[in-house]
């Protein structure tokens, strides 16, 4: 089990290489995973929609359509956004994990012009209206983090 500072630390990283507030990743750490970076859920309804039209080995057709570890970030987009490690569930390893959500989330701002909210229903894949609040709620929580890093 990785020690929590260095789980925020990792946080903090990547949200300043990316120039996000390290508090908002933080938040959306905590929604997605609640810091368990073995986290893991398989979409069947992504894979329909996004992933079984590759035509790919079935291994890495249902890795693309799971999500993975603290950020929660499906397989496909990881490989849409770089990604090029053997397994995808290299997504579990907070470095990785945390740099591949901040690099997928800076690009869901960028494309609704820095809109919070609007990014934050991208990010979720806009299927539950009320996760931007539910992030934004743990908002204070993290309002330090820079400094207890």
């Known amino acids: 089990m990785v020690p929590q500072q260095e789980l925020l630390a990792a946080a903090r990283s990547a949200a300043t290489r990316y120039k996000l507030d390290p508090a908002l990743v933080c938040a959306v750490i905590e929604q997605e995973s609640s810091w368990n970076t073995f986290a893991m859920r398989y979409e069947p309804a992504f894979r ?17 359509s799971t999500s993975w570890g603290l950020m929660q970030v499906m397989g496909q987009v ?19 994990g945390i740099a591949i959500g901040c690099k997928v989330l800076t690009n869901k701002l960028g494309a609704v012009g820095g809109n919070l909210m609007s990014g934050l229903l991208l990010w979720n894949g806009a299927g539950d209206n009320s996760y931007p609040s539910q992030v934004l709620s743990k908002l204070n929580h993290y309002s330090s983090v820079s400094t207890k890093v």
Not at 48 to 64: D, K, Q
């Open 48 to 64: 329909t929609r996004y992933v079984a039209a590759l035509a790919l080995p079935l291994t890495e057709e249902i890795a693309r």
């Open 78 to 96: 990881a490989r849409e956004n770089g990604l090029a490690t053997e397994f995808l569930s290299e997504l579990c390893s907070p470095e990785i």
